[in-house]
């Protein structure tokens, strides 16, 4: 299993950028393949940005391509989500999760951070 505890949410302005990391536990942290999906008020979770095991491959919600970068650092136990240009629709719960299927295959994201705030006011 893998434990994830995501940070670094927050307030920030349209047009501004956040960082958010997704820290993990177990030394099997790089078996895992990463994503970050957001939910805001009233709508369903949906996916924003996922990388594969060794970081190599990267996907991207169209929504959001250009603007937000995942990386992850095994070594560190940490995936970040680098968030650019921000809108007020980005506004969400961002979650942190992880699976051991495919990683552009959302079904298989069985583990999942408490998740982190982002509020991005006009």
């Known amino acids: 299993q893998v434990q994830l505890v995501e940070s670094g949410g927050g307030l920030v302005q349209a047009g501004g950028s956040l960082r958010l990391s997704c820290a993990g536990s177990g030394s099997t942290f790089s078996n895992y393949n990463l994503g970050w999906f957001r939910q805001a008020p009233g709508k369903e979770r949906e996916f924003v940005a996922a990388t594969s095991r060794n970081g190599i491959m990267t996907y991207y919600a169209d929504s959001v391509k250009a603007r937000f970068t995942i990386s992850r650092d095994n070594a560190k136990l940490t995936v970040y989500l680098r968030m650019n240009s921000l809108k007020p629709e980005d506004t969400a719960v961002y979650y942190c999760?992880?699976?051991?299927?495919?990683?552009?295959?959302?079904?298989?994201?069985?583990?999942w951070g408490q998740g982190t705030q982002v509020t991005v006011s006009s």
């Open positions: 999760a992880a699976n051991r299927g495919l990683p552009n295959r959302y079904s298989d994201y069985d583990y």
